[in-house]
């Protein structure tokens, strides 16, 4: 098996010490990955965060040894005192564990607007400092002091044996219920691995892994302002992943599979979420074209909407694929349903097939009210795939966000 998944989230990497801490909504989680090869992607909002700032230029150096991340406060929108604030919780952890500053990484996550408890996040985060340590209840602690309006921690790690037959690990967090769009959401990752990798390498294989993962998954269709997806090497397993310029290709499929297993967790705890949906396009004439046609199915307000009331209402999927400005013809597209067990075809090559009364529309019908739903287009143009990951929209979507400062 070329890829195993194992428990220890963050912690199943050797050399890596997590620990997390709360006081109410503020939490605050440290990682710390002495002198690690890093890269990290960040959000395309134009209205980015003090944090994502910060970090943007820490990353230049290509180098990380720690990571402060807290909750409750989103540090965004708030001038050169969110700057300052990044410096003084650097400063702190810099000090507290020896490492410079300039390979000390920042993340926030919650409010927009608000300036920083900065007297409540410093407590919290001595707490953290004083519990830092290389077991798996503390990666889950660390989970879980990045949480918001998520509903369960959210923690992943792999196996993974090379081409060489030689073994590496990745372990990672993430977060992010809300605000989830294309190019990525309100979410923050962080991964690291035990693997050996020059500079070049990391940027090129995390860019791979988050375009089919975290930049593949909608809850709401809103951009954050603070996305961050960061990836260390450490190199504590002395194992190099990179031969002739060549990144092992086990290795990006491992890479490339734990970022979709955390992507996935995040739609499935989407704000008021209670159905998971996948979106497979094939047939496509481009993958730009698969990836759009994917996004616009999950994409859609009023698809999300009917499956949280178990519509099967496939016109709303081809209505999402044909705005979505891609290469297609509505006399040759073909649309399926489909869950673990069954599986139903609602149009083939043009032709509807689930018309009032019809046994496919009953079978579509029993498919909708499931927890999971599949939908499958074939646009019938091309050679071409891609996969996105949604959430229905819910009652309770509208409440948690209607009340969210209030």
């Not at 997390?20 to 990290?40: E, F, H, Q, W």
């Not at 980015?48 to 990571?67: C, D, H, L, W």
């Not at 090129?204 to 997806?229: C, H, P, Q, W, Y």
């Amino acid at each position: 098996m070329v890829i195993k998944d194992i428990s220890g989230g963050l912690c199943a990497v050797n050399g890596v010490k997590v620990a997390g801490s709360r006081n109410g909504k503020y939490g605050v989680a440290i990682i710390d990955c002495p002198n690690s090869v890093a890269s990290a992607v960040f959000t395309t909002n134009k209205v980015s965060a003090a944090p994502v700032k910060y970090t943007k230029e820490v990353i230049k150096n290509g180098k990380i040894s720690a990571v402060f991340v807290n909750s409750g406060n989103a540090n965004c929108f708030t001038g050169q005192q969110g700057i300052e604030d990044c410096k003084y919780l650097v400063n702190l952890i810099s000090k507290d564990l020896n490492y410079p500053k300039e390979e000390i990484a920042i993340a926030s996550t919650g409010v927009i607007g608000r300036k920083m408890p900065m007297d409540i996040i410093e407590d919290v985060a001595y707490n953290a400092l004083s519990n830092l340590d290389n077991n798996p209840e503390n990666s889950l602690d660390a989970a879980k002091a990045i949480m918001t309006t998520d509903t369960v921690p959210k923690e992943f790690a792999v196996e993974i044996t090379l081409d060489n037959n030689e073994i590496v690990h990745i372990g990672g967090i993430t977060k992010g219920t809300g605000m989830i769009a294309p190019n990525m959401g309100t979410m923050l990752c962080f991964l690291a691995t035990d693997a050996v990798i020059d500079g070049s390498s990391i940027k090129k294989a995390l860019k791979i892994a988050v375009e089919d993962s975290f930049n593949m998954i909608v809850v709401d269709g809103d951009e954050s302002t603070n996305d961050t997806a960061l990836l260390m090497a450490n190199g504590s397993s002395n194992v190099d992943v990179v031969n002739n310029g060549e990144i092992d290709k086990n290795f990006q499929e491992g890479l490339n599979y734990i970022c979709k297993m955390l992507a996935q967790k995040q739609v499935r705890d989407g704000e008021g979420a209670s159905k998971f949906i996948e979106a497979n396009v094939c047939g496509a004439s481009s993958i730009e074209d698969a990836k759009k046609a994917a996004k616009s199915i999950i994409s859609s307000s009023l698809f999300k909407a009917a499956v949280f009331g178990g519509d099967p209402n496939w016109g709303r999927i081809v209505c999402a694929v044909g705005y979505a400005d891609v290469e297609m013809n509505q006399d040759i597209i073909s649309v399926a349903l489909s869950n673990k067990e069954d599986s139903v075809d609602l149009v083939k090559e043009g032709e509807i097939l689930a018309f009032e009364g019809t046994d496919n529309l009953k079978i579509a019908e029993e498919i909708m009210c499931g927890e999971e739903i599949i939908v499958n287009v074939d646009l019938n143009s091309g050679d071409k795939s891609a996969t996105a990951w949604g959430c229905d929209l819910t009652y309770d979507y509208v409440k948690i966000n209607a009340e969210y400062t209030t």
